[in-house]
């Protein structure tokens, strides 16, 4: 019995090491914006929670795993906790499981889309991640390339929840809001990817241009601000992505005025959406 339960335990801490090839913020971020446009679309049903499951598992959570194999070299010099460069998983074994959740992102879709612009959506999921991470693409070498193809996998899973679930358009201006919002959070990744950077020899944004990276982000949000107040007719998304735009700016602003430590500032922009993520959930379901 001692012997069957040690290797329960054993096996149990193999399937966590692997799910730790995903990033758990990803994980929230994904399952959370794929219920809240089944929840815009007016829809709340089992059906939508287990496709933001299947989603998040298999699309997203390939992404980021084999992001993990590719970045194991990298991870090694500031990451050496994670599952590969710590050796908890080898890299032959990392390599397969990120392969097999390629092939189930590339097959699952086809058994649930509803029209081509859901299947798209579904099948550029696993498309961003190889093309972000795989040689000779390699999008994460170049800035530019990464922060589009990091902002469109972000908007994705909300965009399918809705359009899943609608065929009314009225809300894309919020969608393509979130879009921008995007761009002008994402290079502030690179502050906290700027030791690896430098011992890679790879271009890093915060490397160039210093705080002047926070600057650049602030007026990125205000602009997003002012054109979230313009095309979003929909008093309460407006209301929301208002918020996003604003409570961002301000955190932005506290670490650059106060010199808190900036490696922290775009986990601390991540764990606010997702909070401002879940109150928009409860808030659309309360109407």
């Known amino acids: 019995m001692i012997l069957k339960n040690v290797e329960l335990k054993n096996r149990i801490l193999i399937l966590v ?17 794929y219920i809240i446009g089944a929840s815009l679309a007016g829809k709340n049903k089992v059906d939508d929670v287990l496709l933001a499951f299947t989603v998040t598992l298999i699309s997203t959570n390939f992404i980021y795993s084999f992001n993990s194999w590719t970045d194991r070299d990298i991870d090694r010099i500031n990451k050496s906790y994670r599952p590969i460069p710590s050796g908890k998983i080898s ?3 990392a390599f397969i499981y990120a392969m097999f959740l390629l092939i189930c992102s590339l097959i699952y879709p086809f058994f649930i889309f509803k029209n081509a612009i859901t299947l798209l ?15 000779p693409f390699r999008f994460r070498k170049y800035p530019l390339l990464a922060t589009i193809t ?18 009314d358009y009225s809300t894309m201006p919020f969608f393509l809001t979130l879009f921008f919002y995007c761009l002008a959070v994402i290079p502030l990744k690179q502050i906290e990817e700027e ?4 011992a890679c020899k790879l271009p890093n944004l915060f490397i160039k241009y210093g705080k002047n990276l926070l600057c650049v982000s602030v007026m990125g949000l205000l602009l997003n601000f002012i054109i979230s107040a313009l095309i979003i007719s929909d008093f309460q998304l407006r209301l929301f992505s208002l918020l996003f735009n604003s409570s961002t700016m301000i955190v932005v602003l506290l670490f650059f005025k106060f010199e808190l430590k900036l490696h ?4 601390v922009i991540i764990q606010t959406v997702i909070i401002e993520s879940m109150l928009l959930y ?6």
Do not use: C, W
Not at 195 to 198: A, M, P
Not at 282 to 287: G, R
């Open 17 to 33: 090491n692997y799910f730790k090839l995903f990033r758990f913020d990803a994980l929230l971020i994904s399952f959370f914006t």
């Open 91 to 93: 890299q032959h074994h």
């Open 121 to 135: 959506l579904f099948l550029l999921l696993p498309v961003l991640g190889v093309l972000y991470s795989a040689e």
């Open 150 to 167: 990091i902002s469109t996998g972000l908007v994705i899973p909300i965009l399918l929840g809705y359009l899943m679930n609608s065929d």
């Open 195 to 198: 030791k690896e950077d430098s």
């Open 264 to 267: 922290r500032l775009y986990t």
């Open 282 to 287: 409860i808030a659309l379901n309360m109407i």
